[in-house]
């Protein structure tokens, strides 16, 4: 059980190029998002999907589109790579609310660390 | 979304319980509780979340109080790889809702 996967590590961008960070899951979660760090701040979300073939906005999500057709990954492309997308970022996933009756906390990957240069 | 508050840093000593505070006066009734924490260059890690009663597991305790509108995170004996950023997040329960992060609480602990 991997659980939450992202790559690439660590990525270097030159301004104006297009990239896809990976996140996969292995746990089956209906939910998953995307968050972004900047230095000493918390996380902001950028986009959500809360099952196959259905994704929504968070609260930065300029610059980014993503996509969800399969249950396990949940790509994050930047279109045109500026510097204000140095950050950190981070995929998370969970199950759907009330699964067996139950509520659940959610799982996140280790994070990609870009620069856009 | 319902905002919580949290003292920016903590400090502590290893071995000794730690109480991390956080308030939430506009929490609403399908609002559950989470909690996480970030250690330096890591993704956040679930610590523990509840509605209304107490909840225990093997990482923390967290104690709601009556009315909701307060809760605390206990680490029963906090260690060095305790030090960490830890987040208090209202998360509505009617359906998978989004995890809103704030600046959280820095806890820092000292051998």
């Known amino acids: 059980n991997a659980g939450v996967t992202q790559t690439p590590k660590f990525q270097v961008l030159k301004t104006g190029q297009s990239m896809t960070l990976q996140c996969a899951q292995d746990?089956?979660?209906?939910?998953m998002s995307w968050y972004r760090q900047d230095p000493g701040m918390g996380l902001r979300l950028i986009h959500y999907?809360?099952?196959?073939?259905?994704?929504d906005q968070g609260e930065v999500p300029n610059g980014y589109n993503v996509s969800r057709s399969t249950t396990e990954d949940f790509p994050l492309r930047l279109l045109s790579a500026a510097p204000s997308q140095t950050s950190v970022y981070f995929c998370?996933?969970?199950?759907?609310?009330?699964?067996?009756?139950?509520?659940?906390?959610?799982?996140f990957g280790s994070g990609t660390r870009l620069t856009v240069v | 979304d319902a905002k919580t508050t949290q003292p920016n840093s903590m400090e502590s000593n290893e071995e000794e319980p730690v109480h991390l505070p956080c308030n939430h006066s506009?929490?609403?009734?399908?609002?559950?509780i989470h909690w996480y924490r970030q250690l330096p260059s890591q993704g956040p890690e679930y610590v523990i979340h509840?509605?209304?009663s107490n909840v225990n597991n093997r990482m923390a305790s967290l104690a709601i109080a009556e009315d909701r509108k307060s809760s605390t995170l206990i680490l029963h004996r906090a260690t060095l790889r305790d030090a960490a950023v830890y987040y208090c997040?209202?998360?509505?329960?009617?359906?998978?809702?989004?995890?809103?992060f704030g600046k959280g609480t820095k806890l820092s602990v000292k051998p």
């Open positions: 998370a996933s969970s199950y759907s609310r009330f699964r067996d009756g139950l509520t659940y906390g959610y799982t």
């Open positions: 746990m089956n979660h209906e939910y």
């Open positions: 999907s809360v099952g196959a073939g259905i994704t």
């Open positions: 506009t929490i609403s009734g399908t609002d559950y």
């Open positions: 509840g509605l209304t």
């Open positions: 997040i209202l998360n509505y329960g009617g359906s998978q809702g989004n995890l809103i």
